[in-house]
């Protein structure tokens, strides 16, 4: 099931017939190009590397570099801001050196799944991070934000794993599933996607078809 790479330019509104507003995120998403196709016999699996965002030639080091030569010939740029790898059922479909656009493999309507890396916020505490109420805040109180007991004395004389404590929170790879394609801008390649999506503006964005329908 092959995919788009994207980058995310922000949030709005658009009105709907009613008059109501709905409010979607503004992607750009492609175009893609395809650097290699991966095949059964040869590696044991089927899938297209594509690349997105152009990088200056020299910029690259030489085994990023011998590959898109390889595949697309000399270039003073090259797609390789991110490569990535998608599964696809048949690689025939695409050839190497093939332009995947927005309106090659989405429709306006249609349900996909948006994957991001979330806003980093650094060390937090545990009633940001995890949502703890934290203790009293009247004079004479020593507890305040503190997390409060984390485990017992003598038995088992260690803290569990996984328990919720301070710590770094946010950066992390989260999808979003069964967004709707409110609108597709084709000359763009802009994508309006109903509701909010991982990252900051100007994050990377990965778009694929929707794995679980939406009851």
Sequence with gaps: MAGLIGRKLGMTQIPTKDGSMIP?????????????????????????????????????????????????GEREKYPALVIKEFRVDDVSKFQVGQEIKIVDL?????RIDVTGISKGKGFQGVIKRWGFSGGPKSHGSKFHNRPGSIGQHTEPARVYKGKKLPGHDGLKR????????????????VVLVKGAVPGPRGGIIILRKAKEKEQ
């Design 24 to 72: 979607v995120t503004v992607i750009e998403a492609g175009p893609c190009t395809v650097i290699q196709g991966k095949t059964l016999e040869r590696d044991g699996y089927t899938a297209i590397k594509v690349g997105y965002g152009e990088v200056e030639a020299k910029k690259l080091n030489k085994p990023q570099l011998g590959e898109l030569r390889k595949a697309l």
């Design 106 to 110: 989405f429709n306006e309507g249609e």
């Design 174 to 189: 989260i999808t979003v599933k069964n967004l709707e394609i409110v609108k597709i801008i084709p000359d763009k390649n």
